[in-house]
Every structure is written in structure tokens, then in C-alpha cells.
């Protein structure tokens, strides 16, 4: 799973800043890691270094193998905090995803065939 960090210009993408994305998607992605072939996430401050409430967005797009891409945005007031919200929430998006492909018509039954 490759994890690509984008930022507006109004976010500066220091080492430090991208070490702490990278590593908070790919923890929340751990376990599906096998099922993504690319995350890109998209960083901006959307009131332009205004202070303001809610003002950090994190936009999270992740491309399963496979299938069309996902994506979620979470904003927040802090990179951290819309990191971590967008991360929770692509996690949940996939998690019912995958569910619903494993769970779907066809699988495996409760009911026996022992009435006869």
C-alpha cells in the first residue's frame, strides 16, 4: 500500500508533518492493507491561516484493488485531528465494504438439509 501526501499552499508538507500522516492512515489501514493499493491523502487549510474553528481538512482517497476508489473528508482544527477523523472513517467506509463482499449471496448457511 503506497500512502501519498498532497498539501495546498497554505499547508507546509515538512518531514515531520508527513511521517505523522503516513503513520496515522497506515495504522488505521493495518488490517486491510492487503485489499488497498494506494491511499492519497489531501491536507489544506481552507480559511487560508485565518484562525477559525473546523478550518483543517483532510480528504482521504483510497483505491482498493479492484474497484473504484473511496474517498471521505473530515475537517477539523487541527491536521492531526482531521487526519485521525478522516482515518476513522475510511477505516469504517472499507471495514463495511469488505463485509458486505465477503457476506454477500452464496456464502456459507445456517440451515442443514436434515428434514427428510
Given at each position: ?85 478522516a482515518a476513522q472513517k ?27
Amino acid at each position: 500500500m503506497h500512502i501519498q501526501i498532497n498539501t495546498d499552499s497554505n499547508v507546509e508538507a515538512s518531514d515531520e508533518l508527513v511521517h505523522r500522516v503516513e503513520a496515522e492512515i497506515g495504522a488505521a489501514l493495518s488490517r486491510l492493507r492487503d485489499h488497498i493499493t494506494r491511499v492519497e491523502v489531501h491536507l489544506g487549510d481552507e480559511s487560508a491561516g485565518r484562525s477559525g474553528d473546523a478550518d483543517k481538512r483532510c480528504m482521504v482517497e483510497a483505491r482498493p484493488a479492484g474497484q473504484q476508489p473511496v474517498a471521505v473528508t473530515h475537517h477539523a482544527a487541527t491536521l492531526d485531528e482531521a487526519c485521525g477523523g478522516a482515518a476513522q472513517k475510511l477505516r469504517n467506509l472499507l471495514d463495511s465494504r469488505f463485509g458486505r463482499l465477503d457476506d454477500r449471496k452464496g456464502g456459507a448457511s445456517i440451515r442443514t438439509d436434515e428434514r427428510r
